[in-house]
Antibody, heavy 119, light 110 residues
Framework: QVQLVQSGAEVKKPGASVKVSCKAS????????MHWVRQAPGQGLEWMGI????????TYAQKFRDRVTVTKDTSTSTVYMELSSLRSEDTAVYYC????????????WGQGTLVTVSS | QSALTQPASVSGSPGQSITISCTGT?????????VSWYQQHPGKAPKLMIY???NRPSGVSNRFSGSKSANTASLTISGLQAEDEADYYC??????????FGTGTKATVL
């Protein structure tokens, strides 16, 4: 069955970086785009960015453009999201979610990774 | 990109229908038929309920339906059941190849 398994919770200090992983299984990894979405405590969903199935193209929300990098490792079917210059407002659950190209929907989601930013 | 506007809460009794609106702009909801809806129970990942405005994925109850008029999309849940109590989010593809989510709506079954 399709699974997106994310790395465990992280605690970081302000100014640090965090790298969250999302390991895919149960489908053809290179046939799907992968998105990252975050949710601050008690708040709504916020789209962060996408890495296309080819791995050659990324698009980020303007809010994160200078701080986020999404990459993929085809050999391990894993997508990574790195967020730098962390601040307390980045405390959130981070989700990966897949999309079949040109389907424009997130049909499978990871379980989420809690990132806590605290001094 | 501003979040799409949803009511903070809606409620209904078992068996009734509720409708959740999702208002955007011509750069997102109004410009594309790529609105989707997600259900999220507490502590869980979101689940796709509606895609391309009106379509239901396999396995989603036909009590869930979607529509759109101009810059506003809507999700209707008919025959409300206790298990429908959850948060609901709309999402739209937007200009520039980005995506935007709605502010979220808490649906309560009275």
């Amino acid at each position: 069955q399709v699974q997106l398994v994310q790395s465990g919770a992280e605690v970081k200090k302000p100014g640090a970086s965090v790298k969250v992983s999302c390991k895919a299984s149960g489908y053809t990894f290179n046939s799907y785009h992968m998105h990252w979405v975050r949710q601050a405590p008690g708040q709504g969903l916020e789209w962060m960015g996408i890495i296309k199935s080819s791995g050659a193209s990324t698009t980020y929300a303007q809010k994160f453009r200078d701080r986020v990098t999404v990459t993929k490792d085809t050999s391990t079917s894993t997508v990574y999201m790195e967020l730098s210059s962390l601040r307390s407002e980045d405390t959130a659950v981070y989700y990966c979610a897949r999309e079949f190209p040109r389907d424009y929907r997130f049909d499978q989601w990871g379980q989420g990774t809690l990132v806590t930013v605290s001094s | 990109q501003s979040a799409l506007t949803q009511p903070a809460s809606v409620s209904g009794s078992p068996g009734q229908s509720i409708t959740i609106s999702c208002t955007g702009t011509s750069s997102d909801v109004g410009g594309y038929n790529y609105v989707s809806w997600y259900q999220q129970h507490p502590g869980k990942a979101p689940k796709l309920m509606i895609y391309e405005v009106t379509n239901r994925p396999s396995g989603v109850s036909n009590r869930f339906s979607g529509s759109k008029s101009a810059n506003t999309a809507s999700l209707t849940i008919s025959g409300l059941q206790a298990e429908d109590e959850a948060d609901y989010y709309c999402s739209s593809f937007a200009t520039g190849g980005t995506y935007v989510f709605g502010t979220g709506t808490k649906a309560t079954v009275l």
